[in-house]
């Protein structure tokens, strides 16, 4: 009996912008605005207001100009809009989820959000407040997960069950925004020196 061979693996190609934003791709008519743009809260919503900018780079260091990040979050009291969150409603005010493509011609990405708060891990320990992030651009072939946690949390961070679990502790920076001038500034390395530590999710 004839065996199937294995077909070659494909990446995301080009195509990315098109599925994900088509309004930022310049598909007009697709949805009003491209999902998940936009700030993350209503007016009214609890907690500090923040933004968050970063690149994606690729492991020669230049911006990817064609990604998609998506951040998802809990709300200020540190609950998800989620119809499995145990806990309660979440803030009616706070999506909970955002979607942003490198713009520009510099390939930033920017969320406008407001600080989450801490959550329990699975066997009850409190986690540093933190944003998960996934990214997806020509060339990956499936989604990659990491996360941002906040610089001034040292406390919360030195105790994260997840940081905790990094051995190398030059690693755990990888994870760790720098706040400048009220912004929240954030990249994700894909490859080299710098490589950005990837959640196995």
Known sequence: MGRLRETPSQTAGPY??????????GL????????????????GVKGERITIKGHIFDGSGTPLLDGVVEAWQADADGIYNS??????PSDPKFRGWGRSATMGTDGVFTFETIKPGRVPWHDGRMQAPHIALWIVARGINIGLHTRMYFPEELDANANDPLLSRIEQKVRRETLLAEEKNGVYLFDIHLQGNDETVFLDV
Do not use: C, N, Q, W
């Open 28 to 43: 007009k008519g697709v949805y009003p605005e491209d999902l998940g743009s936009g700030p993350m809260y209503e007016e």
């Open 16 to 25: 990315v912008h098109i599925g994900a934003v088509p309004t930022f791709a």
């Open 83 to 88: 119809p499995l969150e145990p806990r309660g």
